[in-house]
């Protein structure tokens, strides 16, 4: 176990883990620093996100895993908290730590803070038995602590309300209704079927506790609200996952779908139509009141997309990637090996077995296979000479197939040190295909 001991990291600078005591300061640092410039008022949206992970109310976050960095008149000067993050691979639940809030005093930059207390995190992360950390952030800043690119954040289209068609007279109406918390089994129901989906391949499971938490409780912008979609007959027919902040004039939507047998093209300018109703309860950045668009945050398979082209007016938006850190892919591949073994079992490599050895060039892995079931994932070690392995991935490579990210096709576009025999080739790209993800924010 990692001991954890309060830290003396020189010139009067301390690293612990936070307490009660430490939420104003927490709060007041990530004020001051996350903006874009001087001149720009502190951010209070942000502030509340702090405020939050040290309130010992937030459901993903107690408070003894907010690691700080003190000066000698005890002021916090660095700090992040250690998130659980919901994750759920092909439908298997998986434990994986998010750091979050990350944020150091501009005085105190370049003394290795942030490094100290991701070292404190990631050991967390281990002793609460985390597979892996996912974080969202700087461009090439987290690589430095271990993290790859490695699974598509929801992207999707922007709309704006202005250009929304005129409903037909004859069409069917809906409205959007707040989910009461005695209602969260309903609307959680709605939208793990909506999850589950079998062309999505990370996904956010969500707790009743989390979204009665940032329904009723959270002092933070951050999080999600559930809405129902109603009918004219007051019968739901349908869910939305709504931000609950909205940024530079837009809403979003980072959760939809509709029940069996609804027609999605049938309800889907009616949706977007009621969406505008939603906007007084959801929180806005100062001089950012007047919101005129809906950005939908959902994976890129979705069925709306296609819609959208034939239907609606709308502009693409990019994709942005999350970051995660796999410290080791053994347990990993053990904990998904149910996902691996159904992708053989449908495939033409059914029924297969061998064994597989993979090169990290310092490190690698061992896979066997019995009759088409994975039986062994073991830590090996390559020899000296090349070309005693099967496959060749850089270190950190491997995991952005195994998360659906890129093919082995694309990864050998890096160069050659990816490489694979053509028998395994063909068995990476069974068990590893290239598959979108949902995976959302959970702040």
């Known amino acids: 176990m990692y001991p954890f ?44 996100y702090a405020r939050d992970l040290l309130s010992s109310l937030h459901p993903l976050c107690p408070p003894e895993r907010v690691a700080v960095v003190v000066d000698a008149q005890n002021h916090v000067v660095a700090a992040a908290g250690l998130m659980d993050q919901p994750f759920s691979y092909a439908g298997i639940p998986l434990s994986v730590g998010r750091p979050e809030v990350v944020v150091s005093d501009t005085a105190v930059r370049k003394r290795g803070f942030i490094r100290q207390i991701m070292r404190w995190l990631h050991a967390k992360s281990v002793q609460n038995g985390d597979i892996a950390q996912a974080i969202t952030g700087i461009e090439y800043y987290y690589k430095q602590f271990g993290y790859e690119w490695m699974i598509d954040f929801p992207g999707g289209a922007k709309v704006l309300f202005a250009q929304l068609p005129a409903l037909a007279i004859d069409a069917p109406s809906v409205t959007l209704r707040a989910v009461t918390v005695a209602e969260l089994p309903q609307f959680i129901a709605l939208y793990d079927a909506d999850r589950h989906r079998p062309n999505v391949l990370v996904t956010t499971p969500l707790s009743a506790e989390y979204l009665a938490f940032t329904m009723a409780q959270s002092v933070s912008s951050e999080g999600n609200l559930p809405y129902f979609i109603v009918d004219q007959h007051d019968c739901v027919i349908g869910y939305l996952l709504i ?17 069996p047998g609804v027609v999605w093209a049938n309800h889907l300018l009616a949706t977007m139509q009621a969406l505008p109703s939603i906007i007084p309860v959801l929180h806005k950045k100062p001089g950012e009141e007047v919101v005129t668009a809906a950005t939908l945050m959902l994976d890129t398979s979705h069925v709306i997309y296609p819609l959208l082209k034939s239907y609606l007016p709308h502009t693409a938006s990019d994709t942005y990637v999350w970051y995660v850190r796999v410290p080791d892919l053994v347990p990993l591949l053990q904990q998904i090996t ?18 597989k050895q993979v090169s990290f060039f310092r490190g690698g892995l061992e896979l066997t296979w019995q009759q088409g079931q994975l039986t062994s994932v073991s830590h090996w070690q390559p020899p000296v000479e090349f070309g005693k392995a099967e496959a060749y991935y850089p270190p950190g490579i491997m995991a952005q197939q195994i998360f659906g990210w890129r093919s082995l096709s694309e990864l050998r576009t890096l ?29």
């Open 5 to 48: 001991h309060p830290e003396d990291l020189g010139d009067g600078y301390t690293l612990r883990w936070g307490t009660l005591a430490d939420a104003e300061g927490y709060a007041n640092l990530a004020a001051r620093s996350f903006k874009k410039s001087h001149s720009e008022p502190d951010n209070q949206i942000v502030a509340n």
């Open 243 to 259: 931000g609950k902040c909205c940024w530079q004039g837009e809403m979003d939507v980072r959760g939809w779908g509709f029940v």
């Open 338 to 355: 149910p996902a691996l073994d159904a992708r053989l079992a449908s495939s033409a490599l059914a029924g297969y077995s061998g064994t």
């Open 415 to 443: 160069g050659p040190d990816v490489y694979a025999d053509n028998h395994t080739s063909q068995l990476f790209e069974i068990l590893f295909p290239k598959t979108p993800s949902w995976f959302l924010w959970s702040n």
